[in-house]
């Protein structure tokens, strides 16, 4: 699935590849349009991850 929410808040992040939105990159900065993405994200596809610990989506 690819709603492509992720690549329109966070473009520097995220793009869409056909029906999947991928990550630009493996690993990025915690970026408040990455955390939002995140959060947005309709199949809570995407995991942000600081220090071994989960900070988005946040609750």
Do not use: K, Y
Not at 21 to 47: F, Q
């Amino acid at each position: 699935m690819g709603s492509g929410m992720c690549a329109g808040m966070a473009p520097d992040h995220f793009t869409l590849d056909g029906d999947r939105a991928r990550p630009l990159a493996a690993g990025v900065d915690p970026h408040e349009a990455v955390l939002d993405a995140a959060d947005s994200c309709p199949a809570m596809a995407i995991t942000v991850v600081d220090g071994g610990r989960e900070i988005a989506p946040r609750p």
